[in-house]
């Protein structure tokens, strides 16, 4: 069974204060892990997809990276707006589709 | 580009009832998954759909159905509702390319269950 660990399940950061989020899975045949921000009462915003290990993208302060295992989402500088639940996703192909499995996410608290 | 609408935003609905919920995907897309977010389970898939047909279905009871249209806009129907049920409801609408797909999702609906 496809497996997917996020880690800390909470966070509280200073502004300025950086850190990183782990994102752990056990999947057969991975086909594009995902990160996605989610403020309360909203639907999840993409962020980023990574397809292979050694993979790296960047968005404002934020970048992604991807081993065999697991992925991390690197938090430079924050801010107060960074605050939100960062969640993962891997996706595996499941009955001709691509099916993802979601972690349960990381809160993220930013302090001014 | 309009983004993945879903209506009502706000359900309460009692036990026992039935109760449908919509989503308008993102113009061209052709896929659209829904998916049951709760604080104690996460985000849990429940189907897919994609040109009309159920593709993909998650680990949910027979109450819980969808449908789509040849707009490709979707349905999602909720029979004999129980407590449990109360959630965030997410549709997601999908873009297809590089081998695998990204989802962009919807506000949700929130539907509460007495």
């Known amino acids: 069974e496809d497996q997917v660990t996020q880690s800390p399940e909470a966070l509280r950061l200073q502004e300025g204060e950086s850190s990183s989020l782990n994102c752990s899975y056990t999947?057969?045949?991975?086909?594009?892990l995902f990160w996605y921000r989610q403020d309360p009462g909203k639907g999840p915003e993409f962020l980023f997809t990574l397809y292979s290990a050694g993979e790296e993208k960047e968005k404002e302060r934020l970048k992604a990276t991807l081993t065999k295992k697991e992925s991390f989402l690197h938090i430079t500088a924050p801010k107060p707006e960074d605050s939100a639940t960062y969640l993962c996703a891997v996706q595996t192909y499941t009955g001709g589709s691509y099916i993802p499995t979601f972690g349960r996410g990381t809160s993220l608290i930013v302090h001014p | 580009k309009a983004g993945v609408t879903q209506t009502p935003r706000y359900l309460i609905k009692t036990r026992g009832q039935q109760v449908t919920l919509s989503c308008s995907p993102i113009?061209?897309?052709?896929?659209v998954s829904w998916y049951q977010q709760t604080p104690g389970q996460g985000l849990q898939f429940l189907f897919e759909?994609?040109?009309?047909?159920?593709?993909n279905k998650g680990n949910f009871p027979g109450r819980f159905s969808g449908r789509q249209f040849s707009n490709s806009r979707s349905e999602m129907n909720v029979s004999t509702l129980e407590l449990g049920d109360s959630a965030l409801y997410l549709c997601?609408?999908?873009?297809?390319?590089?081998?695998?797909?990204?989802?962009?999702f919807g506000p949700g609906t929130r539907l509460t269950v007495l």
């Open positions: 759909y994609f040109s009309e047909t159920q593709r």
């Open positions: 997601a609408s999908t873009l297809t390319g590089g081998g695998t797909d990204t989802q962009y």
């Open positions: 113009s061209g897309h052709r896929s």
């Open positions: 999947v057969s045949g991975l086909r594009g």
